[in-house]
């Protein structure tokens, strides 16, 4: 699997990739992915058939599903019916999918923050790997930040090493490639762009975002989660336990102090203050809302201002 740019766009749900982005990213030459979490099985077979058409069945289109869900093992084998180019899988990791993935020939990805689990999953079937710093949006499964546990990974497995987690330039891709990865995942740069599927209030929040204006709040998920500050984040931050209108059931295990899929829908429907806005950790340094192609264009050209020597004398 070689794309034009080794820019892997990251899964964000609720709703936040679907078709629209994931399509834009596979036209600019990256790999794009659909978010399996929040919509129904339907839905994603859908966004899957749309991205297709709207990239003329070229460019490569894969899905994330997370394995905290309970409609994980279904949404997964929907996604390989569909013949997606990948499946990337964080929040845990599960034997089967790989098995699954052997069954109906799709590369699955395990979404690690450690050597240790890049290897157990390499050794279980991974096709490629994608590590996550603490840098990066939504749940974390670590503390510590991308570039110091980048090259224990790639010092650990032989198969592809993705770079995630406050990727947000060509200097960043030209970094991680030089520790050896193989490229890179952006989700929070994607969020501010045109073709996002998400309302323009949630776009608008990245880019207004300041210095400092991201935390990490502990989901029902039971992991921490990068969003940026706002009223919602405050109150359960505090440890509130908040008043559910609608339990969806969605998580094999759930601490049930609030509904993190529901806050999740409020957010995605433009709701920015009462919902979770998850995002990376440099969100402000996004100062525009840009068409993913000029994205591309402009993190490819400082990567390779980046690699080409200053010329002598």
């Known amino acids: 699997m070689k794309p034009k740019v080794p820019i892997l766009q990251g899964g964000m749900g609720v709703g936040i990739s679907l078709s629209k982005l994931a399509a834009a990213v596979a036209n600019a030459g990256g790999i794009g992915t659909i978010s399996g979490t929040g919509i129904s099985v339907e839905e994603l077979r859908y966004h899957i058939r749309k991205a297709r058409e709207l990239t003329n069945h070229t460019g490569y289109i894969g899905v994330n599903v997370l394995f905290a869900m309970n409609d994980f093992a279904e949404k997964m084998k929907a996604a390989m019916e569909e013949k997606v180019d990948f499946i990337v899988s964080g929040a845990g990791i599960s034997r089967d999918m790989y098995a699954w993935g052997r069954e109906y020939g799709v590369p699955v990805i395990s979404i690690v923050s450690s050597a240790k689990l890049a290897r157990l999953s390499e050794r279980l079937g991974a096709a490629a790997v994608v590590v996550e710093g603490n840098e990066a949006g939504g749940h974390l499964g670590t503390d510590r930040p991308l570039f110091e546990i980048l090259p224990e990974v790639t010092a650990a497995v032989k ?72 009223r919602f984040s405050s109150r359960i931050s505090q440890g509130n336990r908040l008043k559910i209108d609608k339990c969806h059931d ?16 409020r957010s995605m429907n433009g709701d920015v203050e009462d919902g979770l806005v998850f995002s990376g950790a440099r969100v402000h340094e996004i100062k525009s809302i840009l068409p993913v192609k000029e994205i591309i264009g402009q993190l490819m050209k400082e990567y390779h201002e980046s690699i080409t020597p200053a010329p002598v004398g």
């Open 159 to 230: 198969i592809p090493v993705i770079a995630a987690g406050g990727i947000l330039t060509g200097k960043d891709l030209a970094k991680a490639k030089s520790l050896g990865a193989s490229g890179v995942q952006l989700g929070t740069r994607f969020v501010a762009s045109e073709e996002c599927d998400a309302p323009i209030a949630f776009k608008q929040k990245y880019v207004d975002a300041k210095e400092g204006d991201t935390h990490l709040v502990k989901t029902t998920v039971g992991l921490q989660g990068r969003a940026i500050k706002n």
């Open 250 to 265: 969605c998580l094999k295990n759930c601490s049930y102090q609030f509904c993190t899929l529901d806050s999740l829908y």
